[in-house]
């Protein structure tokens, strides 16, 4: 009797840990399950969507907070989620636009703002490299863009931008 007493406790405190153990998987799936998902774009139906299309370099990437945001820490250096906890959504990211392919004449410097990553479909970004950038313009954005990884943003590549010349063309 007394070892059936012992093998129920056992059971109970293993059913416990395994509970416990699923809810904690359950909620760290939760956090990816918010992914970004889209359908796969041709650089035509990119460039067709798009606002604005150029090539440029990244000159920096700086985060968008408010004016109430107090952190402990450098921005750069938080995770994820510690910058959504901190009312951080965005990426202000500021380029020289070495060649404008489609959009408005803007100056050389345009300033294009996207999610984090991880999730938001935000674009990573690196400063001093060269992306060719598919963007829209950003509603109340006061002038600015804004892209994602769904609009097919990218590193630089000049395969992407000899077809992009073409399409402009009407040759492709």
């Known amino acids: ?3 059936f007493i ?3 406790t056992i059971m109970n405190r293993i059913s416990k840990l395994a509970g416990l153990l699923a809810g904690t998987l359950l909620s760290l799936a939760g956090y990816q399950a918010l992914a970004c998902s889209c359908r796969p774009l041709t650089v035509k139906e990119a460039y067709d969507n798009a606002r604005v299309v150029v090539i440029g370099k990244v000159l920096s990437v700086r985060y968008l907070t408010g004016p109430d945001v107090v952190v402990s820490k450098p921005v750069d250096q938080m995770t994820i989620q510690e910058k959504y906890q901190n009312g951080i959504t965005e990426k202000i990211v500021t380029v020289q636009v070495k060649s404008r392919i489609k959009g ?11 999610g984090l990553g991880g999730g938001d479909c935000g674009v990573h970004f690196e400063e001093n490299k060269d992306y060719i950038i598919y963007a829209y313009a950003k509603e109340g954005g006061n002038g600015r863009y804004a ?3 769904c609009s097919t943003t990218k590193p630089y590549t000049k395969a992407e931008c000899k077809t992009l010349k073409k399409i402009k063309k009407g040759k492709a």
Do not use: D, F, N, P
Request: no cysteine; charged share 30%; aromatic share 0%.
């Open 1 to 3: 009797m007394l070892i």
């Open 6 to 8: 012992i093998k129920k």
């Open 104 to 114: 408005k004449e803007q100056g050389r410097i345009i300033e294009v703002t996207t």
């Open 147 to 149: 892209t994602g990884i």
